[in-house]
Each structure stands twice: as structure tokens, then as C-alpha cells.
């Protein structure tokens, strides 16, 4: 059975960090670019950082640049998501999905979420004091 388990959410102050983990079975992520997504409250989901499959390449929304590190372990079959100086705007279910192919899908070098192929459940975090 395919899935993809993404863990680490949780409430954090702001300024604070956290590190989330997407971690799949049922198949194996390196072949695959792996996306980070989050959708707000009231918002749409929009794409946060993906990871090729090929060489490792990495992309950012803006808003995240600097402050956030997508990486993966292809041995533990694990992407993680590191996130520091968090804000309140980054408030969101996070949710981890897999391409279906080795490179990111991307729309003015942003994350694209649509035309994704497996997707975890997702994990909250709340940036709040």
C-alpha cells in the first residue's frame, strides 16, 4: 500500500522552529521530485519547496527562502522539511506529495501542487505566542 506520512507539526512561538518528516512505503522516493504544500485557514494551498530526484535540486516559495531546508535521505526512504524563524503567516496544515517524475513542477519557479501524484494526510503547525 502506498503512503506517505508526514510528522513534526505541532504549536511553536514565533521565531521558533521545526522539522517535518515525510516518510513513505509502500514504494520508494528516489526516483520521485518531492513537494512540500501548505493550506491555511481560509486560504489556498499553495506550494512551499520541492526536491528533484535527480541531483538534489531545491526550490522555494519566496516567503520561505532563507528561513526553510527541504532535504532528503533516499535510504530511509524520508524528506524533511526544516523550518526556522517561523512566523505566524506560517500557520497551515503542511502536507508532503510526490511528482511523478524526477523533477519539480514548477510556475514562476514556485511549487506547483496540482498534477501531483500521492499525497500524506498533512500535519499542523501553529506559530503562535
Known amino acids: 500500500q502506498v503512503q506517505l506520512v508526514e510528522s513534526g507539526g505541532g504549536s511553536v512561538q514565533p521565531g521558533g522552529s521545526l522539522r517535518l518528516s515525510c516518510a513513505a512505503s509502500?514504494?520508494?522516493?528516489?526516483?520521485?521530485?518531492i513537494g512540500w504544500f501548505r493550506q491555511a485557514p481560509g486560504k489556498e494551498r499553495e506550494g512551499v519547496s520541492c526536491i528533484t530526484s535527480t541531483d538534489g535540486r531545491t526550490y522555494y516559495t519566496d516567503s520561505v527562502k532563507g528561513r526553510f531546508t527541504i532535504s532528503r535521505d533516499n535510504a530511509k526512504n524520508t524528506v524533511y522539511l526544516q523550518m526556522n524563524s517561523l512566523k505566524p503567516e506560517d500557520t497551515a496544515v503542511y502536507y508532503c506529495?510526490?511528482?511523478?517524475?524526477?523533477?519539480?513542477?514548477?510556475?514562476?519557479?514556485?511549487?506547483?501542487?496540482?498534477?501531483?501524484?500521492?499525497w500524506g494526510k498533512g500535519t499542523l503547525v501553529t506559530v503562535s505566542s
Open positions: 509502500g514504494f520508494t522516493l528516489d526516483s520521485y521530485a
Open positions: 506529495a510526490t511528482d511523478t517524475g524526477p523533477l519539480c513542477r514548477l510556475r514562476i519557479g514556485t511549487p506547483v501542487w496540482s498534477g501531483m501524484n500521492y
